[in-house]
């Protein structure tokens, strides 16, 4: 008998409580749509219902937008291992690589699905404008990945973009390091999440390539593995080289089998665990904001 006024209360409040609710699920429909019509778009077929369960647990970071305003999700799953590492993987810094956005869309429906040893944080478009607009640069012409404020940025980026890349406008590093929003939400990332160890998907060298310590190389017949080297403004550069994270960089092939990307994810995660032992003990790497600093002071010094 009492049962009645108590739900009439309930959905009065219910009522009551609606309108200041009604922003955050609104904007969150809105990031859950651009995920799974991005991720759609991409080569290959995934399965929609399980692309649409993932895409509801993306976020985005404050600040984390493109050039032209699209925000920049990311996907997390927390590891069951006793100390999971933290694996960070990114891939369409490259907006014309689209086959390696395949690989980070698939790593993120699957994380969905299964409980990893690892802690995974996945960005699949990390330059949307390029993505969109199929340019390698982001919508101010920069190569993201020559625009991270590596310690020879000021020093070598521009230098070594006239001279290595022949003025190459694909490659052209930007006006200052770090000049990007897209850098600085990458930038962001990882003082949020300190990765132990950062996965970067590429098209189309068809290889494995890690800046890190010395491993047993793995044995994937598909992509050998094989020393790429890095460049003045290169994540590898900035993450490895500056502040002790492992970088493995996997450029896929143009065609490739896209069969495999599950034991790909595995291998990645055994040699994030293999670097993250071999690594040398260095202090924790700096804030991007100390290591700005530092990075113009290098430069003034030199
Ligand atoms: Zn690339």
Redo the contacts with the bound molecule.
């Keep these: 008998m009492a049962l009645l006024p108590l739900l009439f209360i309930a959905s009065h409040l219910a009522t009551a409580a609606e309108p200041a609710k009604e922003a955050a699920p609104a904007e969150n429909t809105a990031l859950v749509e651009q995920c799974v019509t991005s991720l759609k778009a991409l080569p290959g077929k995934s399965d929609e219902a399980e692309l649409h369960s993932a895409c509801e647990q993306v976020k985005v970071l404050d600040g984390c937008k493109s050039v032209q305003g699209t925000p920049i999700f990311y996907f997390e799953k927390k590891g069951t291992a006793k100390n999971p590492k933290h694996i960070f993987a990114k891939s369409l ?2 907006g ?2 689209t086959t ?1 956005g395949v690989v980070a869309r698939e790593w993120m429906v699957r994380l969905n699905k299964i409980d990893p040893r690892n802690t995974w944080r996945v960005i699949p478009i990390a330059n949307p404008d390029g993505t969109k607009a199929k340019t ?1 640069y982001n919508a101010n012409g920069v190569d993201l ?1 020559r625009n991270f404020p590596t310690g020879n940025w000021e020093k070598d980026a521009i230098a070594y973009w006239k001279k290595n890349a022949h003025s190459d406008k694909r490659r052209y590093p930007g006006p200052s390091a770090a000049s990007e929003v897209e850098t600085k939400c990458l930038m962001s990332q990882f003082d949020d999440f300190k990765p132990d160890f950062i996965i ?1 998907v ?2 189309p060298l068809g290889v494995l390539d890690l800046d890190g310590p010395k491993i047993k190389p793995p044995n994937f017949k598909p992509l050998p593995w094989q020393s790429l080297g890095n460049f003045p403004g290169s994540l590898g550069r900035y993450m490895w080289k500056d502040r002790n994270v492992p970088v493995l ?1 996997i ?1 896929l092939k143009q065609d490739q089998d896209l069969e495999k990307f599950d034991q790909l994810q595995d291998i990645s995660g055994t040699i994030a665990i293999q670097a993250d032992q071999l690594k040398p003990k260095k202090p924790a790497p700096p804030s991007s904001k100390t290591a700005a600093t530092n990075s113009g002071e290098s430069a003034a010094n030199n």
């Design positions: 810094i490259h014309d690589e390696a390698r990945n970067s590429h098209t960089t450029e």
